[in-house]
């Protein structure tokens, strides 16, 4: 007879578990029949002794199935993505509105922010758009408009709702198959049939091993590519914020500044490859044709026109952005020479705690790794009330190391794995 005891112990000796046992502990813990204690234990054991490939598989199924999977053939071939999570990454909210712009579709189930990581739905409700939208609802904004994003529902994969909070909870998020598992079930459980996976690498994402962000990569888009869904995947940079803001106000006004004005950055960069991606894969032809149209999208503000037409169709008002000046306290560079490097996650943790006080908006991020620095440099801008600012001051200034030694910048993209 099958046990969760004899489960962990199999798996604490590096055994790969069957379909059984997988499907066992899966429907056990969701339906509340393993309790916390023994289903940590386990995690436990496949954070140390690791899944193998078809380990994972069987368990991306099993998770899967524990729900229902959206069905969005009314709609035609959808598109969609996922970021493994960093810092300043509004990504999604900048090729969503390229996509549909260029007569794509796309219904973007997103998470809300977690930990250090920011979350789409949290940016897009700045807006006051109403992202608790019915599957029939986002459906018909999706007919008209091209792209919706609403939060993922409460169906959608109940197991790794239950196995992800745990995990958070227990710190053992950080595991190639828990990690693949989770992700590619809510993704294949979405109903887009074309998907790029953006695996951040570095000290603001999960992935702090550029060996392992590509072995994820790889295994994720696998798996996709088993269950029949067009696939793959950029592993990109989390070294450093992806934008230069962080923090939903902030970034959201980044990206309208970045449509509205065709502001190239690293994050429109990424943004574009990813969209680029998606059209090739979706339209049959090649990357350079597609990343043209990409291109023409942004540069003749199509896309612009898109953001305001969802942000509207959703309820939400684009004015509430309108150029108003924020007060801003400068943080300034106390020696001279080039940026070493960033501690990104500790900027995503510093601006959640900043921005859940009343009038904080967020900060700028004015460097790059790489750049060169002069004495008394302004090199981040915190908009909070002073006396906030100044309550977080040395901490923002103790995030930019800055040395004497010349460093190069960071690469954007370090793979794009098909
Ligand atoms: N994002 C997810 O959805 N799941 C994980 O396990 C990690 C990041």
Do not use: W
């Amino acid at each position: 007879m099958i046990t969760i005891e004899k489960i962990i112990k199999k798996k604490a000796k590096g055994k790969a578990l069957s379909k059984e046992e997988i499907n066992f502990f899966v429907n056990g813990y969701t339906k509340g029949e393993i309790n916390d204690e023994l289903m940590t234990s386990l995690l436990k054991a496949i954070c140390e002794k690791g899944m193998n490939e078809k380990e994972t598989i069987r368990l991306t199924t099993s998770m899967l199935n524990s729900g229902s999977r959206i069905d969005l053939s009314s709609i035609g071939v959808c598109l969609d993505k996922h970021s493994s999570g960093g810092v300043s990454d509004s990504t999604t909210l900048i090729l969503a509105p390229i996509l549909a712009s260029l007569g794509l579709k796309m219904v973007k189930m997103s998470g809300r922010s977690l930990g250090f990581t920011g979350g789409t739905i949290d940016k897009f409700e700045t807006f006051e758009a109403n992202t608790n939208l019915s599957l029939d609802e986002a459906k018909e904004i999706a007919n008209k408009v091209g792209a919706v994003i609403l939060c993922q529902t409460e169906t959608l994969v109940p197991a790794d709702k239950k196995i992800y909070a745990l995990r958070d909870k227990t710190n053992t998020v950080a595991s190639l198959p828990l990690i693949a598992s989770s992700i590619v079930s809510k993704k294949l459980a979405s109903g887009a049939k074309i998907i790029v996976l953006d695996v951040k690498y570095g000290e603001g994402a999960f992935m702090e091993n550029l060996v392992e962000a590509k072995k994820l990569a790889k295994l994720m888009v696998k798996i996709l590519k088993k269950n029949k869904i067009l696939a793959c995947a950029v592993v990109s940079d989390m070294n450093q914020p992806l934008g230069n803001n962080i923090g939903n106000y902030m970034e959201v006004k980044e990206v309208i500044s970045t449509l509205k004005e065709n502001i190239d950055s690293r994050l429109l960069t990424l943004s574009k490859t990813i969209a680029s991606l998606l059209v090739s894969m979706k339209e049959k032809i090649s990357l350079n044709v597609a990343t043209k149209k990409v291109d023409f999208a942004v540069s003749e503000k199509l896309a612009y026109e898109k953001l305001k037409e969802m942000v509207t169709s959703q309820g939400g008002k684009l004015n509430l952005f309108k150029e108003e000046k924020l007060n801003f306290i400068s943080v300034i560079s106390e020696s001279s020479g080039y940026v070493n490097s960033i501690k990104t996650k500790e900027l995503g943790e510093l601006t959640h705690e900043l921005c859940r006080i009343k009038g904080c908006k967020g900060v700028s991020v004015l460097v790059k790794v790489g750049d060169k620095i002069g004495l008394g440099e302004e090199i981040i801008r915190i908009y909070a009330p002073k006396k906030y600012a100044d309550m977080f001051y040395k901490k923002y200034l103790d995030t930019i190391k800055i040395s004497k030694i010349k460093t190069s910048p960071l690469p954007l993209i370090y793979d794009i794995i098909y």
